[in-house]
């Protein structure tokens, strides 16, 4: 393989460059999970030989793997014993304005995310920030896209907020041997916040305003119902139009789709009712459903023999399809998600848009809402048990305060005095953290497993590895190299330049892959200019997390998507202004805080 | 799919034979016309041979049904096979014809 030359590099080095490309296309075109097509590629580099065992397993163990992981533990602890609940209730209050709503928002979340992982924080204040809008008045959409980008905004001024954050540290740690400071980005992360924080607040008329998906299927008038006929219902062999079923009140009958999958649409007047019929209503949800009552339709997902089998107890839920779910790119008859969980789909909005054909054949995407007709109990455990799928709009899940609360902020505290003072590595306060939130039982000892995100350790862990082959193989030194042959020697350009890439990169990447892939790259053309490496990692630090344009590009925005009805393009709207502004102030508070030459 | 009519005294027999799918149903319907010109008489529908109803197979038998009893015939259905009287049972047919067996 290393005899193999082409275009100046070896076969080792296509082998990889093959590899993370074919990452990106099978992660484009497929569903295959994340953590599934990481391992793959790994399992690639290893069998290939490009890196070798103790490498390809050494990215498991590293730093930012290990704190993630103890992160976890600690952030359940956080959620379980109500320090996060506690929080996001106090801080947000009754502001008066539209700006002071925002800075009532951003601020908190800004500060919360520099102290803990942005992404949880994100998905702590979704639910309290759709309430809060609810009683504002403002469409939710208004603070959503401000909450994702202050979270991401905070994140960067500290090691613990943003994931490629430690990584960078991680892979800074490996390559000079000189652990990072947890707060080494805050003061060039701050005034980017306060900068960024800024630009949003000023482009606020540009966050557009969508209806949230909860409400819209209460008040939009076009929506489809699906309703089940059963066999003792007294319509049975009479004509829609005789047993009232064909003009209803709020809707229209738009198909009845038999027993034997038959579609008869559109519907005459004079079609016969058979038992078994599922009836596709368009209209207003809430008047359509009235039907159950008045006519004796049922919501089902098999057979009903008389709506006496039904349990009339039972509720009405929203939830929204989370990135990354199951559900994606199937239809509810194509899985047993309905039988696992005892719910039916009775209706799928898609970013206020009617979604036509009978629901549960809908092929569904992420960001849908769904509206289930749940069991009357268990609704906790209907949420703990989908929570990688689907986020129920009226979440049931309320901690307690009490002492264990005070416990637990005491513990992040200390965490927190421990590795800005370097007492111990900060692998090792957070284990110690996490440790001490077990000892005190602010989390539960036996769950601990199922707090971890193991997909996400997996893909981190990966991306470590992936970082080694580019090194390894010389691909970051050819590109390096390259780089430097086009734009010249002048470092502050070649700085410019890659940050610009890294950060276009990172809006359709994620910030770990870009920041993994990048890192190498840029720390080999500030030893080959002869400079300081601090302000080639610390640029690329910030700006991997510059991802505001799109939704897939932070697993922020991602969270917000479904929440906030939001359109593909309504991230770009500010999220390009931001990225800009940022950028530039960026390169200029980076340069005058680093020097190039020491 | 097969259809025959067999009248004996005020009993008319309608033989079903095969499978009487979406695709021969309005064949079918076509060949048991006959049947809605009868007034105060007993229609049989034989359906020991019968493989096979769907649902537009069964809206013929519906729509027999709905023609004669105005006119005062009576409609039974005979000899059907467990897969179809599951279907007449699902469906809440077998509830609304005079006799299915």
Known sequence: MDSIIFLGLNGYAWITIATIAGIFVIMARTRIRAEVVFLGALTVLLVTGVVTEEEGMAGFGSEPVVVHAAFFVIIAALIHTGVLYWLSKNVLGTPKTQVGAMLRLMIPASVLSAMMNSVNIVALLIDAVKLWAHKLGVAPSKLLLPLSYAAAMGGMCTLLGNSSNLVIAGLYLKQTGETMNVFEPLVPGLILTVIGTAVVILLQRLIPERKSSEHTFETTSDYTVELLVPTDNPAVGCSVEEAGLYNVKGGSLVEIVRFDKEVIMPVPKTEWILGGDRLIYAGQINEILELKRTHGLAAADHHVWSINDIDTNRKMRTAYITFGSDLIGKSMTQCDFEQKNDVVLVAVARQGQRVDGQPREITLQAGDTLLLECPAKGESQLETNNRRSLTFFDSHFVPEIGSKTITSAAILLLMFIFSSFHVMPLMATTMLAAGLMLAFKCCRFDSVVKYIEWDILLILGATVVFSTAITKTGISDALAHNIIDIFGSNPYIILAVMCLIASVVSEFVSDVGAAAIFFPVMYGQAEMLGCNPMPFVMSLMLCVTFSYSSPIGSIQNMLVFGPGSFRFSDFARVGVWLHIVLLVAMLAVVNIMYPMYI | ?101
């Open chain 2, 1 to 101: 799919m097969k259809t025959e009519i067999q009248q004996q005294s005020d009993t008319v027999t309608a033989i079903l034979e095969g499978r009487l799918d979406t695709a021969a149903a309005p064949e079918t319907e076509k060949e048991i016309q006959p049947l809605y010109e009868l007034t105060g008489q007993t229609i049989v529908f034989d359906c020991s041979k019968l493989e096979y109803i769907s649902s537009s197979g069964l809206r013929i038998f519906l729509g027999v049904l709905k023609n004669a009893k105005p006119k005062g015939s009576r409609v039974s259905i005979i000899g059907l096979n467990p897969d179809l009287k599951n279907i007449f049972a699902m469906t809440g047919f077998n509830h609304l014809f005079d006799a299915v067996d």
